[in-house]
């Protein structure tokens, strides 16, 4: 079966650490996204990779990094600088052009920070 | 910038039909989509409008007008399961073709 896989579902961690979130997919999609949601909000892009070892800020970028080093994988860390990054965090995949509209998502990863 | 406005909640009963309105403002745009989130779940894909008019999957349909910057979704027939929070999101035409979501609708569905 194809989809997304995000590990773990939730994560607790204590201020001033840093913390990576993991997201696979198997859909052989070239384009891979990562969004925070928070409480009666939309969806909102943190970071967005179209191919390997390339990737592009979104909307809120600050306070967190990513890597894309497979075409399968894109992990995004939380760090420190973060202000505050208690959230829910989606990773999402699609096809690239004119198919981008539909984006996979995966069960998403709740992070809370003490 | 982008932005999209979308009611914060509505409620209806089983068998009703209930329209979500997204109203949008943005430079330009390929598309409106739509998606479904069940509290705490993945958003799921559920329709796109690239063109004017009305796209008709099953018991939804989803409309986009343009001119009127102003689309919606229909969801008929509903059922329990349908209670859950609905997006439209645009497909920008700069850059890399990514989505801006809006806020979300809480869809109440009672028996």
């Known amino acids: 079966d194809g989809g997304i896989t995000q590990s773990p579902k939730y994560l607790f961690r204590k201020e001033g650490q840093n913390v990576t979130l993991s997201c696979e997919q198997n859909l052989n999609h070239d384009a891979m996204y990562w969004y925070r949601q928070d409480p009666g909000q939309g969806l909102r892009l943190i970071y967005y990779s179209q191919i390997v070892n390339d990737f592009q800020k979104g909307d809120i970028a600050e306070g967190y990094s990513v890597s894309r080093e497979k075409k399968e994988s894109f992990p995004l860390t939380v760090t420190s600088a973060q202000k505050n990054p208690t959230a829910f965090y989606l990773c999402?995949?699609?096809?690239?052009?004119?198919?981008?509209?539909?984006?996979?998502f995966g069960p998403g990863t709740r992070l809370t920070v003490t | 910038g982008q932005s999209l406005e979308q009611p914060s909640e509505v409620t209806a009963v089983e068998g009703a039909i209930v329209q979500i309105n997204c109203t949008y403002q943005t430079s330009g745009f390929y598309g409106l989509s739509w998606y479904q989130q069940h509290d705490g779940g993945a958003p799921t894909f559920l329709s796109y409008?690239?063109?004017?008019g009305l796209e008709e999957t099953g018991r939804f349909s989803s409309f986009l007008s343009r001119s009127d910057s102003y689309g919606y979704l229909l969801l008929q027939e509903l059922q329990m399961k349908d209670s859950a929070s609905y997006f439209c999101a645009v497909r920008q035409l700069s850059g890399y073709s990514t989505l801006t979501f809006g806020k979300g609708t809480m869809l109440l569905v009672s028996p």
């Open positions: 409008n690239a063109l004017d």
């Open positions: 999402a995949s699609s096809a690239t052009g004119t198919e981008s509209y539909e984006q996979y």
